[in-house]
């Protein structure tokens, strides 16, 4: 016992935790590398395979059908199994299926390709957080969270210059081989240098102490009899709407409306990504666990604040002429939603019991999915296409401009009406696609009336 409680304390040991914070920083760092370097590239897909919007969207969708069946399974599996291999052996599946997709030569190779990224980083969310729930008390797990998941910020710009610069210079497909292949070798290292915590090591529990991992009816259960976790999980739903609305299409927006190249399109798209998330995540981290020391509910307060700002400073960059003031709203627009992320992950580990964590967690980020790539992508190419459909003068839209675009040897007068067309669509419907954060943050606001019961609740239990 004693030398399972000594080797558990040099788990907890700051060297060793800021080990752990850099090899999953990095795991996160490919992790949205791989799965936005599609965003960026996918205007050259579309020529390449003359696809509409909604072929696109669908493709997008794809990613998302294997991460909504298998992300709650494998947060499951985590709650009773080696976290560490799981996240490492997901790791290296989404890194392999990323070089598939540079290798596709169809439409259906690449939605296989895209099925397996789904698959493999379905297992970051709930593993990640329920072994940062072992290594952080309550109050520092947000903050935790937010500096694994720079990541995310550093690797869309990664994934965005990498696949812009692919895109214009060489093939779009060197983009996926050349961010496939280092992901393999982060795998490997979280092998090798990190441990399996005890659960519930930082709250001082013994394995007699530790809640039984939960089957999915009873982790279901518990969310539907807490009504703070419920709301938190309806909030999640539409705020993945709002953020893959612009995520899958804001690349494509700005090559459109404001005729950029792919290079430049690629590397705008990337920091407006690394500054407005990387600005999010830590706000919204740091300063909802300072603030939920005066008060829990300020978690789910922060998180609705940041929500109901975003659209509107949405709605006025993708209304904007200039490319400086677009930029400019939109990045301010992403800061402001993204402060919702890493503090509902904390409410949620904070809501849950060491049985159920890494479930609760896979819940949440499946229901991003599902209403973010599974619905959002498919969604706004559907209406993206009808509305450029109905404002072409021209004639029938799909037919005078395949894949949007006018045939080669059409005259201007074609060529920049199917250009028109095209770049309208997409802005207004993406101006309706970010309302959602609206209705995100309702149901945020409805979680905090709960917060303070389920606060008090849990300081007696401890």
Same mark, same amino acid.
């Given at each position: 016992?004693?030398?399972?409680?000594?080797?558990?304390?040099?788990?907890?040991?700051?060297?060793?935790?800021?080990?752990?914070?850099?090899?999953?920083?990095?795991?996160?760092?490919?992790?949205?590398?791989?799965?936005?370097?599609?965003?960026?590239?996918?205007?050259?897909?579309?020529?390449?395979?003359?696809?509409?919007?909604?072929?696109?969207?669908?493709?997008?969708?794809?990613?998302?059908?294997?991460?909504?069946?298998?992300?709650?399974?494998?947060?499951?599996?985590?709650?009773?199994?080696?976290?560490?291999?799981?996240?490492?052996?997901?790791?290296?599946?989404?890194?392999?299926?990323?070089?598939?997709?540079?290798?596709?030569?169809?439409?259906?190779?690449?939605?296989?390709?895209?099925?397996?990224?789904?698959?493999?980083?379905?297992?970051?969310?709930?593993?990640?957080?329920?072994?940062?729930?072992?290594?952080?008390?309550?109050?520092?797990?947000?903050?935790?969270?937010?500096?694994?998941?720079?990541?995310?910020?550093?690797?869309?710009?990664?994934?965005?210059?990498?696949?812009?610069?692919?895109?214009?210079?060489?093939?779009?497909?060197?983009?996926?081989?050349?961010?496939?292949?280092?992901?393999?070798?982060?795998?490997?290292?979280?092998?090798?240098?990190?441990?399996?915590?005890?659960?519930?090591?930082?709250?001082?529990?013994?394995?007699?102490?530790?809640?039984?991992?939960?089957?999915?009816?009873?982790?279901?259960?518990?969310?539907?009899?807490?009504?703070? /976790?419920? #709301?938190?999980?309806? !909030? *999640?739903?539409?705020?993945?709407?709002?953020?893959?609305? &612009?995520?899958?299409?804001? +690349? %494509?927006?700005?090559?459109?409306?404001?005729?950029?190249?792919?290079?430049?399109?690629?590397?705008?798209?990337?920091?407006?990504?690394?500054?407005?998330?990387?600005?999010?995540?830590?706000?919204?981290?740091?300063?909802?666990?300072?603030?939920?020391?005066?008060?829990?509910?300020?978690?789910?307060?922060?998180?609705?604040?940041?929500?109901?700002?975003?659209?509107? /400073?949405? #709605?006025?960059?993708? !209304? *904007?002429?200039?490319?400086?003031?677009?930029?400019?709203? &939109?990045?301010?627009?992403? +800061? %402001?939603?993204?402060?919702?992320?890493?503090?509902?992950?904390?409410?949620?580990?904070?809501?849950?019991?060491?049985?159920?964590?890494?479930?609760?967690?896979?819940?949440?980020?499946?229901?991003?999915?599902?209403?973010?790539?599974?619905?959002?992508?498919?969604?706004?190419?559907?209406?993206?296409?009808?509305?450029?459909?109905?404002?072409?003068?021209?004639?029938?839209?799909?037919?005078?401009?395949? !894949?949007?675009?006018?045939?080669?040897?059409?005259?201007?007068?074609?060529?920049?009406?199917? +250009?028109?067309?095209?770049?309208?669509?997409?802005?207004?419907?993406?101006?309706?696609?970010?309302?959602?954060?609206?209705?995100?943050?309702?149901?945020?606001?409805?979680?905090?009336?709960?917060?303070?019961?389920?606060?008090?609740?849990?300081?007696?239990?401890?």
């Amino acid at each position: 016992m004693t030398s399972v409680n000594t080797a558990g304390q040099r788990l907890l040991s700051p060297a060793y935790r800021r080990r752990f914070l850099f090899i999953m920083f990095c795991v996160c760092l490919f992790d949205f590398a791989d799965r936005n370097v599609f965003n960026v590239t996918q205007e050259s897909i579309k020529a390449e395979f003359q696809l509409s919007d909604f072929g696109m969207g669908v493709l997008a969708a794809a990613f998302a059908v294997l991460f909504a069946v298998v992300g709650v399974p494998i947060g499951r599996l985590a709650d009773r199994r080696n976290r560490k291999v799981i996240v490492a052996a997901c790791t290296a599946l989404w890194s392999a299926s990323t070089m598939v997709c540079g290798m596709a030569g169809s439409y259906l190779a690449i939605a296989a390709g895209r099925i397996g990224v789904g698959l493999g980083e379905a297992g970051f969310t709930g593993p990640v957080s329920s072994l940062v729930s072992d290594h952080f008390p309550r109050r520092r797990r947000a903050s935790a969270m937010g500096i694994i998941l720079l990541g995310t910020p550093v690797g869309i710009l990664l994934g965005a210059n990498l696949g812009g610069w692919a895109a214009e210079y060489h093939n779009w497909r060197l983009a996926f081989l050349l961010l496939g292949a280092p992901g393999l070798l982060v795998a490997l290292c979280l092998l090798i240098f990190l441990r399996e915590p005890p659960r519930g090591l930082v709250d001082g529990m013994d394995a007699a102490q530790r809640p039984p991992a939960m089957g999915m009816m009873a982790a279901l259960g518990v969310v539907a009899r807490n009504p703070a /976790l419920l #709301w938190i999980m309806i !909030g *999640a739903l539409a705020a993945g709407f709002g953020m893959t609305t &612009v995520s899958a299409f804001l +690349a %494509s927006f700005l090559r459109r409306s404001h005729e950029l190249s792919p290079a430049s399109a690629g590397a705008l798209f990337g920091i407006i990504a690394a500054i407005s998330q990387s600005t999010g995540f830590l706000g919204g981290a740091f300063g909802t666990d300072w603030l939920s020391g005066r008060d829990a509910r300020w978690p789910a307060w922060g998180a609705a604040i940041g929500l109901v700002c975003a659209p509107p /400073l949405y #709605w006025l960059g993708l !209304g *904007a002429d200039s490319t400086t003031m677009a930029a400019l709203c &939109v990045m301010l627009a992403g +800061a %402001s939603q993204a402060c919702f992320f890493t503090p509902t992950i904390g409410m949620i580990q904070n809501l849950t019991d060491t049985g159920m964590r890494a479930t609760g967690t896979a819940l949440f980020a499946m229901l991003t999915v599902l209403g973010g790539y599974f619905c959002a992508p498919p969604t706004i190419g559907f209406f993206s296409d009808r509305i450029a459909a109905g404002m072409f003068a021209l004639g029938d839209f799909p037919v005078l401009c395949p !894949g949007g675009a006018a045939p080669p040897g059409s005259s201007p007068e074609l060529v920049e009406a199917c +250009a028109a067309a095209l770049a309208d669509g997409l802005q207004q419907a993406m101006s309706w696609g970010v309302s959602a954060f609206l209705l995100a943050s309702v149901c945020y606001l409805i979680a905090s009336r709960y917060m303070k019961a389920s606060a008090a609740t849990d300081g007696a239990e401890r």
